[in-house]
């Protein structure tokens, strides 16, 4: 009896895996970028992004994750390299017109099993839609550094502080991060080195 019951729950299974296949891939509802940053590498006396170089877009659930098992794992990166994920359009620089007027929001990392973590919790949240202002959000890029990674998430309207705190806070729920986070604006950032925190949630 209990042979009959499991040979009935496999043939499900696979009617089951068959019928997903058939289905097609399941397409998001926008596309993705993948981009690298080898910083380590640049040239002393380059100007900041000659080192960042667009890899892989996606639309589809199948596509992301071969590529984030195969190759987007924070663990993979080499010291003073970055990952980002962005709207496929948008450049993860200061000047594209997407992130021109824009900021970030930044939580430290000290472990790389926590950076891993909060990673594919915030590209999962990104691709799933997960955030109620999806469009404000340009996209999130990992850091990989000697002293501590950090995890930064680029959104369109840094002025606009009800939406940011919107979006910070929704973010911390995703991650699971309980300490405080910080919201700087690239304006600063790009005047100052270590520009000051204009929203913390």
Not at 4 to 23: C, H, L
Not at 103 to 124: C, D, F, I, Q, R
Not at 175 to 194: A, L, P, Q, T, V
Request: aromatic share 12%.
């Amino acid at each position: 009896m209990a042979t009959e019951i499991s040979s009935a729950a496999i043939e499900a299974e696979e009617g089951a895996a068959m019928a997903a296949a058939k289905a097609g891939p399941h397409k998001l509802e926008r596309k993705w970028t993948f981009w690298f940053d080898n910083q380590s590498k640049s040239k002393q006396g380059a100007a900041w992004g000659t080192s960042l170089r667009q890899a892989y877009s996606f639309d589809t659930v199948e596509e992301f994750w071969c590529l984030y098992d195969q190759i987007f794992k924070p663990s993979k990166l080499a010291g003073f390299a970055d990952f980002h994920l962005f709207r496929t359009g948008v450049e993860p620089k200061w000047e594209d017109p997407e992130c021109a007027n824009g900021g970030k929001w930044t939580v430290p990392s000290s472990k790389k099993a926590n950076l891993e973590t909060m990673w594919l919790e915030t590209l999962m949240a990104l691709i799933g839609e997960q955030f109620d202002e999806a469009d404000e959000i340009c996209g999130v890029v990992a850091s990989v550094r000697q002293r501590q990674d950090k995890l930064s998430l680029w959104t369109r309207t840094a002025a606009n502080e009800a939406v940011q705190m919107s979006i910070g806070r929704k973010w911390k729920q995703i991650i699971d991060f309980n300490d405080k986070i910080s919201y700087s604006f690239h304006d600063d950032s790009k005047r100052e080195r270590s520009a000051k925190a204009r929203y913390s949630a």
